[in-house]
């Protein structure tokens, strides 16, 4: 009878301890599951359905456009779920190690791919390799919420082609950022983006030439 209650004790010691390490690490990218992600408004979001946090994948464009609005909400609602949830984080990794960088993704019937970049070879590399192409530029009007408070992996440059056969063009992804003014972590002056702790750039986000 002792014995079977040591178990049972030790049972239900590891079972708190597990809940515990679940519990403060529920926004780890384990619980960011892929195969949930959704497209709403020409956005893409990764849930996390553990945390009731979400992180942005992309966003999408036609590959023409030379300027777009891109607006990130507070929250938003998924179909395989009734929570609302709340938008924290640009770019971030999956389950299964998958990187979701925060980035232009190919509108549907555009006919359009792209390869995006994180950590992008310089331009003159990726000119060498597509000498046809010509550089263009993208700008982005970036309206962020107040719950973003991260931001992981962004591209700065992206190789457009067309059915997969001819590079189309290399363009530069440039942000013009407005943040919520309720936003805690951030806020935006003269379309850049500071952080509120020490007045610091954020210099993850390209914000082409002055």
Not at 11 to 34: C, P, T
Not at 97 to 124: H, I, V
Not at 135 to 142: A, Y
Not at 163 to 169: P, Y
Request: one cysteine or more; hydrophobic letters at 40%.
């Amino acid at each position: 009878m002792r014995k079977r209650r040591l178990v049972i004790c030790l049972l239900a010691g590891a079972a708190v301890i597990l809940l515990a390490v679940l519990f403060i690490n529920r926004d780890s990218a384990f619980f960011y599951h892929v195969e949930h992600s959704e497209h709403i408004g020409g956005i893409h979001y990764c849930p996390n359905y553990m945390s009731g946090r979400v992180f942005v994948a992309g966003f999408e464009w036609d590959g023409k456009a030379s300027e777009i609005s891109v607006v990130i909400p507070d929250t938003v609602k998924l179909s395989h779920s009734s929570r609302t949830l709340r938008i924290t984080k640009l770019g971030g990794i999956a389950s299964g190690g998958a990187l979701r960088m925060f980035a232009p993704m190919p509108q549907l019937g555009s006919g359009c791919g792209m390869t995006f970049f994180p950590d992008p070879p310089k331009l003159e590399t990726l000119q060498q390799r597509h000498p046809d192409a010509p550089l263009r530029d993208l700008t982005v009007d970036l309206y962020l919420g107040k719950n973003i408070s991260e931001l992981s992996d962004v591209s700065e440059l992206v190789v457009c082609d067309r059915d997969a056969i001819k590079t189309v063009a290399i363009w530069r992804v440039h942000y013009r950022v407005d943040c919520d003014a309720e936003n805690e972590t951030f806020y935006s002056k003269d379309g850049k983006l500071y952080t509120r702790a020490d007045d610091a750039p954020v210099e993850l986000l390209p914000y082409g030439e002055d």
